[in-house]
C-alpha cells in the first residue's frame, strides 16, 4: 500500500494506471511475471481459465505496450504460432517508474502555477 495524503494506492492499481490495462491485461501481465517462458495463447487461454479471444486482445495489447515479446514458431503443416513472453521485470519497472516520475513533473508544474 502506499499512502498519498488522503488515500492509499495498491501496487496493483498504480501499475494498471500507468500502464492502462484492463484487469484481464494485468493478470496476463501478472501470470506472465510469475513464469518467465513462452507461451501460445492457447496455453495462456488455459493456465488462466480466460476465453482464447480475450487472451488474443490482451497480448496484443500488451506487446503493442512492449511489455512482452513475440516470437513466431513456423509449422510444418503450414501456418505459425505466435509465442509471447514478459520483457522482463526490470523493463517493466522502468517503464512504470517513468510514467510516475512524468506524473509527478506535472503535479510540480501545475502546483507552481496554482
Known amino acids: 500500500m502506499i499512502n498519498f495524503a488522503?488515500?492509499?494506492?495498491?501496487l496493483e492499481e498504480i501499475v494498471k494506471c500507468s500502464l492502462?490495462?484492463?484487469k484481464s491485461e494485468y493478470r496476463l501481465l501478472k501470470f506472465l511475471i510469475a513464469d518467465d517462458k513462452q507461451f501460445t495463447t492457447d496455453e495462456l487461454a488455459v493456465a488462466l481459465k480466460l476465453d482464447k479471444s480475450t487472451i488474443q486482445r490482451g497480448v496484443k495489447s500488451l506487446h503493442s505496450k512492449?511489455?512482452?515479446?513475440?516470437g513466431q514458431i513456423n509449422q510444418s503443416v503450414g501456418g505459425y504460432?505466435?509465442?509471447?513472453?514478459?520483457k522482463g521485470k526490470t523493463h517493466?519497472?522502468?517503464?512504470?517508474?517513468?510514467i510516475i516520475d512524468?506524473?509527478?513533473?506535472g503535479?510540480?508544474?501545475?502546483?507552481?502555477k496554482w
Open 6 to 10: 488522503c488515500k492509499q494506492f495498491d
Open 20 to 22: 492502462g490495462l484492463t
Open 66 to 70: 512492449g511489455l512482452v515479446t513475440r
Open 81 to 86: 504460432v505466435f509465442l509471447y513472453r514478459i
Open 92 to 98: 517493466l519497472r522502468a517503464i512504470v517508474t517513468d
Open 102 to 105: 512524468g506524473w509527478s513533473e
Open 107 to 112: 503535479v510540480k508544474k501545475e502546483i507552481q
